[in-house]
């Protein structure tokens, strides 16, 4: 990594101050987007029968999701990378736990979403420093004076992590398919200022750190950042209370670094490197479809994203021009459907939160149509289940047809596995 162009770039992006209006970062993007067009996609099979003129209107590229983009990889690629060459490379790096694939100096690394469907991306040395600016800028300011230790927990380490290493940044990489025991007793070893993981391994680690109560941890670290799960409100709450620091979440996968929380809790999605399309699903409910205009080696262009998004009705008082997001909910399969209606999670979780005080974790998960099977880790199981068996009451019964059959059960959840608290596995879509 070059650390000067780093700088240069993160001194570039404060000088280019806020944007005034949603008008001028509008204008921004135009620019931008024309820009990358020339510079980048005319280097794409797969785009390069739509240029056509100066000026191209982003309309009329095809909406792609990730069956496309995965099976056109080769095409939209702008490297000439292979991608079962990648895959192959990915794979074999991820199963050694050796992570520095790279094919002519392009880092390769592997996505798996909470549908189990595997991703490729592709980061040339380029974007990688445009990553560490981002997150120099959003996730992790950093403190001139003093170098950060940050903990980072995750399923695969890669060199687009590592990267941001340097004077400012101490890294140490947490490898989740460890014992969740033996990870807590390093980070007690360790001690960072900053705490990073997906929040199903942070809320593991409370629940070590505290014996399974709700007490505050005997160590703190200065800040939490949760990311790859969607981080459900009460377990953002129960989190800042147990570690008594603030937590940023950030919206990253495969298809890129997408959005940050702000100082004021909201997420804020990066339009300055996005365009932001909503597909909408109700009057609350989108679906995006982005455009990055930063992502060079691996175009992503009118990408529509399984993840469904809240979308804020009243502006951040942060002042951001940036599109808000009240919630992420993750993918459209975190729903549950009732009498051929969609309930999403958030008002069933955040209700559950609410009933109950005691320290659990769940799984609800519609199996069929009057099928709903629920998992349960907790000390107080009758307690949860009496809240839980309470809000479904509420909440499912005005809307079904035939009678629910709940069968309720104490589980042990996996840490390392993406939790997703609320979903269907109905094979047949009954929408
Ligand atoms: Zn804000």
């Keep these: 990594m070059n650390k000067l162009r780093v700088l240069k770039q993160f001194v570039g992006l404060k000088l280019r101050g806020k944007f005034q209006s949603r008008e001028a970062l509008l204008a921004y993007q135009e620019t931008k987007w024309q820009s990358f067009v020339q510079s980048t996609l005319s280097k794409s099979t797969f785009y390069r029968p739509y240029i056509q003129g100066d000026k191209v209107d982003r309309h009329g590229l095809p909406i792609i999701d990730k069956a496309i983009f995965m099976d056109q990889f080769n095409q939209i690629n702008t490297?000439?990378?292979?991608?079962?060459?990648?895959?192959?490379?990915?794979?074999?790096?991820?199963?050694?736990?050796?992570?520095?694939?790279t094919i002519d100096g392009i880092t390769v690394g592997l996505s798996t979403g909470t549908s189990g469907k595997r991703g490729l991306f592709l980061i040339s040395a380029e974007e990688r420093e445009s990553w560490v600016v981002m997150v120099m800028d959003r996730i992790l300011p950093p403190k001139w004076f003093r170098k950060q230790k940050v903990a980072f927990f995750l399923r695969a380490n890669s060199n687009l992590y590592t990267s941001v290493q340097s004077a400012i940044y101490d890294f140490q990489y947490f490898d989740i398919f460890q014992p969740i025991q033996t990870l807590a007793e390093a980070l007690l070893v360790y001690r960072p200022d900053v705490l990073a993981g997906q929040p199903s391994i942070l809320l593991a680690l409370a629940d070590i750190l505290t014996k399974g109560n709700t007490q505050p941890s005997p160590w703190k670290p200065m800040q939490m950042i949760s990311f790859a799960e969607v981080l459900h409100p009460e377990?953002?709450?129960?989190?800042?209370?147990?570690f008594d620091a603030p937590i940023r979440e950030v919206y990253q996968c495969?298809?890129?670094?997408?959005?940050?929380?702000?100082?004021?809790?909201?997420?804020?999605?990066?339009?300055?490197?996005?365009?932001?399309?909503?597909?909408?699903?109700?009057?609350?409910?989108?679906?995006?479809?982005?455009?990055?205009?930063?992502?060079?080696?691996?175009?992503?262009?009118?990408?529509?994203?399984?993840?469904?998004?809240?979308?804020?009705?009243?502006?951040?008082?942060?002042?951001?021009?940036?599109?808000?997001?009240?919630?992420?909910?993750?993918?459209?399969?975190?729903?549950?459907?009732?009498?051929?209606?969609?309930?999403?999670p958030d008002v069933l979780s955040r209700k559950i939160a609410l009933a109950t005080d005691a320290f659990a974790r769940y799984e609800i998960v519609q199996t069929g149509e009057t099928e709903i099977h629920v998992n349960i880790q907790s000390n107080h199981f009758e307690e949860t289940k009496a809240a839980i068996a309470a809000v479904l009451e509420e909440y499912l019964s005005p809307i079904h047809e035939a009678p629910l059959r709940i069968h309720w059960h104490a589980t042990t959840f996996n840490p390392t596995l993406k939790q997703r608290k609320i979903r269907h596995e109905i094979q047949h879509k009954i929408h």
């Design 254 to 344: 495969t298809e890129g670094l997408l959005g940050v929380s702000c100082d004021h809790g909201t997420m804020h999605l990066n339009e300055d490197n996005l365009i932001v399309e909503t597909e909408w699903i109700d009057e609350h409910h989108c679906r995006p479809i982005i455009t990055d205009f930063t992502r060079k080696s691996q175009p992503v262009i009118r990408y529509r994203m399984s993840d469904v998004l809240k979308i804020k009705q009243t502006p951040c008082s942060c002042g951001s021009p940036f599109l808000a997001v009240e919630q992420i909910l993750g993918r459209d399969d975190d729903v549950l459907w009732i009498g051929g209606e969609r309930v999403f």
């Design 235 to 242: 377990d953002a709450t129960l989190l800042k209370h147990v």
């Design 79 to 101: 490297v000439g990378i292979d991608r079962d060459a990648a895959m192959d490379l990915a794979v074999r790096a991820e199963s050694s736990r050796e992570f520095d694939s």
